[in-house]
C-alpha cells in the first residue's frame, strides 16, 4: 500500500493564465540552441565549429573535467553559430535545422536485457544523460557513481506549472521503459511520487518496478528535493539521483527508437498569453517559435520555466534544457500609483498586507515588480511558513554568507538546491536573492571538495 505524506507549510500562488489541456504542434524554428549555462558546474569544451553539420544525436560539445559526458544536437543541419559572453565563456551553440530531422543510430533494446554498465554507456553516448541530476548540489549526476536511490516526481506544483497526467498520455509505454532503464541504475529503490489528489494517469498509478508515494499539500510539495527530505533526509555520503517524467519519457524513446528524439511538450502559460495551452516542440526552441502571435503586444517577461525558479529570456533566446514551461507576464517597470496606500485588491499578500487575503481562490495577474528594494536581513519567520524540509533555512543562508563550511554542513547544506527556497525568496521582507545565496553555497562546498 502506498505511504501517504501531508505537508502543511507553503504557497500555492494562483495566477491567471494556466493551460488548457488542448496539445498543437508547432512549425520547426528557424534555430534551435544548447545553452551551457542551462548546466551548473559544466565547463564545456567545443567539438564542432560553424558550418558543421550534424544529426540529431551528433556531440555539440562535452564536460571538460567529465569528457563522457557529452550534450548533442536535439536537430539535424548546419552549426550556424556559437554565442560567447563575458571572458569568451560559450553562451549558446545555435544548429540551423534540416528540413528533414536525420539521427544518429544508437542502441536499441529492451532495458531488461542489458546491463548497468551498457545502459549508461547508451544514455551517455545520446547525451541524454544530463537529464539524470543529483543531490547533493543539484548538478548533473555522475555516472561513474551509483546513488543510493532514484527519484522521479510525477507532479509539479508551481504556479501554473504543465500537469504531467496530460503530458505522458499516449506516451505511457515510454514512460514504462525509461523507468526499466533507471531501475537498473540503482541496486536501491526507484522512488515515484505522485499527488494523491490529482495524479490519474495510469503511467504513474500502475507503474512498474518502482515504490510509489502520495504526497498531499501546498506549493513546494510538488519539488523532489522536499520530497526526498520527507521520505529519507540525506547524510554526508548519500548521492540520490532524479529525473523529470518528460526526460524520463526520451530516455525510454531512445531505448524503442535507438535515437536521440528530442521532442517534448511544453505549457505556454500565464497572464499576457492570449490562448494557454500545451504544445509539442524539439529541446532547444527558440522563443519566438512559440510565442509568435500568441501573447500580448504589451511590456512583458518571458521566463522559460515557472515565476518562482525560471530564466528570464529575451525574444531572441531559446528555451532552457529542463523546462517544460513557458510563462509570460507583465514586466512591471512602471510607477504604481500610491503603492502601498492602496487597498490592494488584485494585489497577492502571504502577510494579509492587503483585504485580497478575504479571498483566497482568486486568481492574480502579478508582474516582476518587487514591491520594495533590499535591506537588512531581518529574521521575520516568514521563511518557516513556507519552508516544510528539516532544515533551518535563516540560519544556513547566514552561514552561506559567512563561508562556513562545517556550519553549512551542520545545518543541512547538501539536501537543499535553489529550487527549495524560492517561496522563501518570494516572501523575503529583506528582498534578498535567496536562490542566488543557496547556489553560492553549493558552489563553495563543490570547489572546496572536488
Given at each position: ?44 569544451k567545443?567539438?564542432v565549429k ?11 560539445f562535452?564536460?571538460?573535467?567529465n569528457?563522457?559526458v ?12 556559437v554565442?560567447r ?12 535545422p534540416?528540413s ?13 536485457g ?7 554507456k ?5 547525451g541524454?544523460?544530463p ?7 543539484a ?5 561513474q ?6 527519484y ?5 506544483s508551481?504556479p ?7 503530458i ?8 514504462q ?7 537498473k ?26 515504490e ?17 527530505n520527507?521520505?529519507?533526509?540525506m ?8 529525473v ?5 519519457i ?12 528530442a ?6 502559460t500565464?497572464?499576457e498569453?492570449?490562448?494557454?495551452q ?5 529541446t532547444?526552441?527558440s522563443l519566438d517559435?512559440?510565442?509568435s502571435?500568441k ?9 522559460s520555466?515557472n ?28 510607477a504604481?500609483?500610491?503603492?502601498w496606500?492602496m ?20 486568481e492574480?495577474k ?33 552561514a552561506?554568507?559567512?563561508?562556513d ?5 551542520e ?13 522563501c ?5 529583506s528582498k ?5 545565496l543557496?547556489?553560492?553555497?553549493l ?8
Amino acid at each position: 500500500m502506498s505511504k501517504l505524506i501531508k505537508l502543511k507549510k507553503g504557497i500555492d500562488i494562483k495566477l491567471t493564465g494556466k493551460a488548457e489541456e488542448k496539445l498543437s504542434d508547432l512549425a520547426m524554428s528557424d534555430t534551435y540552441a544548447i545553452k551551457p549555462p542551462d548546466f551548473e558546474g559544466l565547463t564545456p569544451k567545443l567539438k564542432v565549429k560553424v558550418d558543421y553539420e550534424v544529426k540529431a544525436g551528433t556531440t555539440l560539445f562535452f564536460d571538460k573535467y567529465n569528457p563522457e559526458v557529452c550534450f548533442t544536437s536535439p536537430v539535424s543541419g548546419k552549426v550556424v553559430s556559437v554565442n560567447r559572453g563575458e571572458r569568451r565563456r560559450i553562451l549558446e551553440v545555435v544548429v540551423k535545422p534540416d528540413s528533414v530531422i536525420k539521427y544518429v543510430e544508437f542502441k536499441k533494446e529492451s532495458p531488461s536485457g542489458l546491463s548497468r554498465d551498457e545502459i549508461i554507456k547508451n544514455i551517455l553516448k545520446s547525451g541524454l544523460w544530463p537529464c539524470i541530476m543529483q543531490r547533493p548540489y543539484a548538478t548533473i549526476a555522475n555516472p561513474q557513481v551509483e546513488p543510493k536511490a532514484i527519484y522521479i516526481s510525477a507532479f509539479d506544483s508551481a504556479p501554473l506549472a504543465p500537469n504531467y497526467d496530460f503530458i505522458v498520455k499516449g506516451q505511457e509505454s515510454s514512460f514504462q521503459t525509461g523507468v526499466d532503464a533507471l531501475s537498473k541504475l540503482t541496486s536501491g529503490k526507484l522512488h515515484l511520487n505522485i499527488n494523491n489528489k490529482t495524479t490519474k494517469s495510469s503511467a504513474f498509478t500502475s507503474a512498474k518496478g518502482v515504490e510509489i508515494t502520495k504526497f498531499e499539500g501546498p506549493h513546494p510539495v510538488g519539488n523532489v528535493g522536499i520530497q526526498i527530505n520527507q521520505i529519507e533526509p540525506m547524510n554526508k555520503g548519500d548521492i540520490i539521483w532524479y529525473v523529470n517524467p518528460q526526460d524520463v519519457i526520451m530516455i525510454g524513446r531512445l531505448f524503442e527508437n535507438g535515437v536521440y528524439d528530442a521532442r517534448k511538450i511544453i505549457a505556454l502559460t500565464g497572464s499576457e498569453v492570449i490562448n494557454p495551452q500545451y504544445y509539442r516542440i524539439i529541446t532547444g526552441a527558440s522563443l519566438d517559435s512559440v510565442t509568435s502571435n500568441k501573447v500580448t503586444a504589451e511590456n512583458n517577461r518571458y521566463i522559460s520555466g515557472n515565476v518562482l525558479t525560471g530564466e528570464k529570456i529575451y525574444k531572441k533566446g531559446y528555451l532552457g534544457f529542463y523546462n517544460s514551461q513557458l510563462t509570460v507576464i507583465p514586466e512591471g517597470n512602471e510607477a504604481e500609483f500610491l503603492g502601498w496606500g492602496m487597498p490592494g485588491l488584485n494585489k497577492f499578500s502571504v502577510s494579509r498586507s492587503f483585504i485580497s487575503w478575504l479571498k483566497p481562490s482568486k486568481e492574480y495577474k502579478l508582474n516582476t515588480n518587487l514591491q520594495g528594494g533590499l535591506r537588512s536581513f531581518v529574521v521575520s519567520g516568514e521563511y518557516d511558513k513556507v519552508f516544510p524540509m528539516d532544515v533551518l533555512p535563516v540560519p544556513l543562508l547566514k552561514a552561506i554568507v559567512i563561508e562556513d563550511i562545517d556550519l553549512m554542513e551542520e545545518l543541512g547544506i547538501y539536501e537543499v538546491a535553489e529550487e527549495d527556497f524560492a517561496l522563501c525568496e518570494f516572501v523575503c521582507t529583506s528582498k534578498i536573492e535567496v536562490q542566488s545565496l543557496v547556489r553560492k553555497g553549493l558552489n563553495l562546498m563543490i570547489k572546496e571538495f572536488s
